[in-house]
């Protein structure tokens, strides 16, 4: 996986977060889950841009794994908000998978490095 791919995906994610939150807020009225959401999954992409600009490999993994995180707290507030009924099973699963596939992403990116860094020492 390219770190460019990553940095569109977790970017399309975070902008696609900030339209849901916006969304939750104005048309469902909630504003406490809907509000750790938009932390977390902006979250994302930030993290990921810090890693591409990380000092070492260490650094970069270090970065990635908080992208990764955040990424899996979105997956959890999307998880509590459709078990509390504030979105549909629809918005849940199209929101749900586009996590989950920046999170493959990232995943994958990790174990990639932690391989080339262990070949390499």
């Known amino acids: 996986m390219s ?34 959401f938009l932390r977390s999954v ?7 841009r ?4 990380a000092q070492s490999k260490a650094d970069f993994i270090h970065k990635l794994s908080i992208s990764q995180k955040e990424c899996d707290e979105s997956m959890y507030w999307l998880e509590i908000l459709i078990e509390t009924k504030y ?19 990232i995943k994958s990116i990790i174990l990639t490095t932690k391989k080339k860094l262990i070949i390499h020492n």
């Open 3 to 36: 770190e460019s791919i990553v940095k569109t995906k977790s970017f399309e994610l975070a902008v696609r977060g900030v339209n849901f939150y916006k969304w939750l807020v104005a048309e469902r009225k909630e504003f406490v889950m809907s509000k750790q």
């Open 42 to 48: 902006t979250s994302v992409g930030a993290n990921v």
């Open 50 to 53: 810090e890693a591409v600009n």
């Open 87 to 105: 979105i549909t099973i629809a918005e849940f699963e199209s929101m749900h998978k586009q996590c989950e596939e920046v999170l493959k992403i």
